[in-house]
């Protein structure tokens, strides 16, 4: 690793983990997934800089949700509805996606698109901190998806692992960081996050009551699934 340079703020893809070229290919696959809603919703990203766990992620994340036969998802971190839009297509007209934001105005942008995609009716979105929601949330859940501040990412695994169902999923964006939790002393955004991440990545692997695999597309998509003995 001594010829590679740390991911920086000018520089922050160094390690891709998969070939940017191969990611077109697979976006390109899934033509059939297009609709107005999810395009308008990608254009804002793009213009805002916003981040998104984009197509593939996506689709990825339905495919999970629709394996378990998922109806109840715990989404901490909503933005303005992205993931939730997967989860929503999942979970069906009798499930429900349980969705979070500081920012209230992203809780206006949801209930606008996810709306005309005629899936408001099963969302329950909250602004506020996504850890005081969940702790006043009664029940278990099919699926914690965390994608919140790094930094929160060890406690948020803390209090979700608990809460999911025998057979149930956590899922995780964002956890090989640019390949920064690849690096030694890498160049970080914001301090302390990548520590974290590699504390929360590495506070999985080692639970003996999960099986965990982290997908490498885009930025690092951890699932863990609850042992059901």
């Known amino acids: ?7 920086s703020v000018l520089n922050p893809g160094v390690l891709i983990p998969v070939n940017p070229a191969i990611e077109n290919y697979m976006n390109g696959l899934l033509r059939h997934t297009d609709h107005p809603v999810l395009t308008e919703m990608e254009a804002l990203a793009r213009k805002n800089n916003f981040p998104i766990i984009g197509r593939l992620v996506g689709v990825f994340i339905e495919s999970q949700a629709k394996m378990i036969n998922a109806e109840r998802v715990f ?43 005629g899936l408001w009716d099963r969302i329950d979105f909250q602004a506020g901190m996504a850890q005081d929601i969940f702790c006043k949330t009664e029940g278990a859940f099919d699926i914690c998806y965390n994608d919140v501040d790094k930094g929160d990412y ?73 042992k059901t003995a």
């Open 1 to 7: 690793m001594a010829d590679i340079k740390s991911p």
């Open 75 to 117: 989404e901490f971190g909503s933005g303005y509805g992205y993931s939730a839009y997967w989860f929503a297509k999942a979970v069906g007209s009798k499930g429900q996606v349980i969705c979070t934001d500081a920012d209230f105005l992203n809780q206006q942008k949801a209930e606008h698109y996810l709306s005309a995609a």
């Open 154 to 226: 060890p406690a948020i695994w803390r209090i979700a692992k608990d809460r999911i169902r025998p057979g149930g999923l956590y899922i995780a964006d964002n956890v090989l960081w640019r390949g920064r939790v690849a690096v030694e002393n890498p160049s970080d955004i914001f301090p302390g996050w990548t520590e974290a991440i590699i504390e929360h990545n590495e506070l999985i692997f080692n639970d003996p009551e999960f099986d965990s695999f982290i997908n490498p597309t885009r930025d690092g998509v951890i699932v863990a699934r609850k």
